[in-house]
Each structure stands twice: as C-alpha cells, then as structure tokens.
C-alpha cells in the first residue's frame, strides 16, 4: 500500500513539473469603485469606476498547486479563476503570498487604497465584482 501511495505521488509531482513547464498568464485589470457606499452595498451597474491597474500575471506555479491538490484530495478548488481572484485580493490588500510580493509593492507605490466590495477585477474578458464574500461574475462594466 505504501508502494502504491508513493509511486502515485511521484506521478502527481511528475504532472506538476510538466504542467510548470508551459508558462501560462492572464491580462489582470483592476477598477475600483468610486462610489463609497459601493464598500457597504456592493457592486450595482452603472456608477462610474476607475481603472486603477493593469498588469500580466504569471499562473504557471499556482496552476501546477492547484492540480496537484485536487488530484490529490479528489476535491474541486471553486475553479482557476477563484484560485487567482484570491491571489489578487491578498496582494492588493498588503498579504501577499509568497512569489506576489511584487503586487502589493506595485499596488501600494501608486497610492491606491486596499480592494475592497464594490471593487471590480477583470481576468483577460471574464469581469468579477468584489462581494462580502466572495467574487459575483458580471457583466463587462461601462
């Protein structure tokens, strides 16, 4: 039994340092809510918001962690994007995780406040709404 669980770990490692080896990004846009009750209401179609930052972000690493753990806990993780969404927030709101530093450093240079409800965070087309709990897909704002 041991065997078999180590050799399938092996294979579980193997999958992740070829899943390591195709660099994968997403185009990453911020806008920020300009509304301040947009922090207690949340996100609502309409009131202006800001472009606060676009920038590349590297998958590649969390992408190989994140197969590698489902396979391993046969569980769903909510998805890439919830995975990368996370990512973000942390880092905008000074905790990044290791290897994101850069983020938080970029983010807090600019001036900008932390991310917060009502806020908007865009994956290449798909658009997200900050919620009190969670991420809201909507529709590209105007």
């Known amino acids: 039994m041991f065997h078999?669980?180590?050799r399938s770990l092996a294979r579980l490692v193997l999958i992740a340092v070829h899943t390591?080896?195709?660099?994968?990004s997403v185009l990453v846009t911020v806008y920020l809510a300009n509304?301040?009750?947009?922090?207690?209401?949340?996100y609502t179609p309409?009131?202006?918001?800001?472009?606060a930052d676009r920038f590349d972000l590297d998958l590649t690493p969390r992408l190989a962690d994140t197969a590698l753990l489902e396979?391993?806990?046969a569980r769903d993780t909510g998805g890439p994007d919830d995975i990368v969404l996370g990512r973000i927030f942390d880092a905008l709101?000074?905790?990044?995780e290791p290897g994101d530093e850069h983020l938080t450093a970029r983010w807090y240079r600019g001036g900008r406040r932390p991310l917060s409800?009502?806020?908007v965070v865009a994956l290449g087309p798909r658009h997200y709404a900050c919620a009190a709990i969670g991420w809201e897909p909507?529709?590209?704002p105007n």
Do not use: E, K, S, Y
Not at 35 to 42: E, K, N, R, V
């Open 4 to 6: 078999h669980a180590r």
């Open 20 to 24: 390591l080896r195709r660099r994968q």
């Open 35 to 42: 509304d301040p009750l947009a922090m207690l209401t949340g």
């Open 46 to 51: 309409g009131p202006p918001i800001t472009l």
């Open 71 to 73: 396979r391993v806990f």
């Open 93 to 96: 709101n000074d905790h990044p």
């Open 117 to 119: 409800v009502g806020d």
């Open 138 to 140: 909507i529709a590209r």
